[in-house]
């Protein structure tokens, strides 16, 4: 964040002078496995882990990124990847429960001869507990393709040790999501096609927030539904205790968002999303630090990332709006160049989602298109953007 935070303001310059002295007091700690932001996706058809906080992690490069709690009560993981890339997740998921539990075994200390003890081998071996949940942040095909295999490991996962997991044994993980992605991957539609029986969601929430009924793996664990931002499902996931946001396509780190129009996205649901988690999110100093959040592409960030993008989203909303109100045509708009000065960081004019297509969504969803309104301005210029 520090490329971009140079042409930030004031608060951010000052968290700018503090950055040296905390890079100092990092580099003579030994590492903790508390924060360590990925710069670089890994090589493609390869996944990468990176511990967030506590025994929260991210898996990238299956697709959406994958946010995992691995612990005393087996696996939740928020997304599930890919389809093709599920043995992958699943061969990583196993490598964190193993760790974990090496980490976590106390020591006897009953062994006269250390070089003997079979402490690391017995758990080495030992069957990794069961992925008990699967939560989907969206129904898009890189967040729930892995759900059908994923669910299901939640059932071999428990190899000979079912006993207190005969639910497990039989139904596999439970998947939660908001019901527009229950009904969405069951019906199909929208370019999608329904998923098998198996890749639903088992449980879907239609209020404005879920919660797991107990801590798992000791913390509570909430989903909230952030109502036409990506689309009309989509969920955030707040991991209470270790302080971890996995927000879904509510914001890509290295994009601008996919405002998915035909499936009930909206450019202001996806700021009063932003502003919610903004709400949510504690800093540990100034802006940086503090509580952690997971795109749903992209590298790790903070309260600082996150409330540059939302201010970056703010400005290029206003600018578009300001045009709609003087009933300029789409075409008009784009020739105006709203996101000009964050093309270079967001932008893109390859691949599924260009700054043309999100210019167009945040047009759209303004209401731009439709009847045109007359110009109150008096032909003046448009005002500046507000800065925030
Ligand atoms: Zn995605």
């Known amino acids: 964040m520090t490329t971009r935070a140079i042409v930030m303001t004031g608060a951010v310059a000052i ?86 539990a090496l980490r976590n075994e106390p020591r006897s200390g009953g062994f006269g001869a250390e070089t003997r003890s079979s402490v690391a081998e017995r758990h080495i071996t030992a069957p990794p507990k069961p992925i008990r949940y699967i939560l989907n942040t969206s129904a898009d095909p890189d967040h729930v393709g892995g759900n059908e295999k994923l669910r299901k490991a939640g059932h071999t996962f428990t190899g000979g040790n079912v006993a207190g997991n005969i639910a497990d044994a039989t139904e596999g993980a439970a998947i939660l999501a908001h019901e527009n992605v229950l009904t969405r991957l069951s019906r199909g539609g929208e370019g999608q096609s329904a998923v098998p029986a198996d890749a639903l969601p088992t449980d879907a929430y239609f209020v404005d927030f879920y919660k797991l009924s107990h801590y798992f793996n000791g913390e509570g664990i909430q989903l909230f539904h952030v109502p036409k931002a990506h689309t009309d499902g989509d969920s955030i996931v707040h991991f209470r205790g270790t302080d971890v946001i996995a927000l879904g396509d509510l914001m890509l780190s290295g994009s601008y968002p996919v405002i998915d129009v035909a499936k009930g996205g909206t450019i202001n649901g996806v700021l009063d999303g932003l502003n919610r988690v903004l709400d949510m999110s504690i800093a540990e100093f100034r802006l940086e630090g503090g509580t952690l959040m997971v795109p749903g592409h992209g590298r790790l960030v903070d309260s600082a990332d996150v409330a540059y993008y939302r201010d970056m989203l703010t400005i290029i909303r206003d600018r578009v709006e300001d045009q709609i109100k003087k009933g300029r045509t789409l075409e008009q ?43 109150t301005t008096g032909g003046k210029a448009p005002a500046p953007a507000r800065r925030k």
Request: charged fraction near 20%; proline fraction near 9%.
């Open 15 to 100: 968290a700018l002078i503090v950055s040296p002295l905390k890079a100092q007091q990092r580099a003579t700690q030994p590492s903790k496995f508390t924060r360590a932001p990925m710069t670089q996706p890994p090589p493609s058809g390869e996944v990468e882990v990176l511990p967030v906080r506590g025994n929260v992690y991210a898996i990238f490069g299956a697709g959406a990124n994958i946010v995992v709690s691995v612990g005393n009560d087996g696996v939740l993981i928020v997304d599930a990847g890919r389809a093709e890339m599920s043995e992958k997740v699943l061969a990583a998921i196993q490598r964190l429960q193993r760790e974990w």
């Open 333 to 375: 708009v784009k020739a105006a160049n709203p996101s000009g000065d964050y093309d270079t960081e967001y932008g893109s004019t390859t691949g599924p989602w260009t700054t043309a297509n999100f210019i167009e969504a945040v047009y759209k969803t303004l209401g731009g298109g439709g009847r045109p309104k007359p110009d």
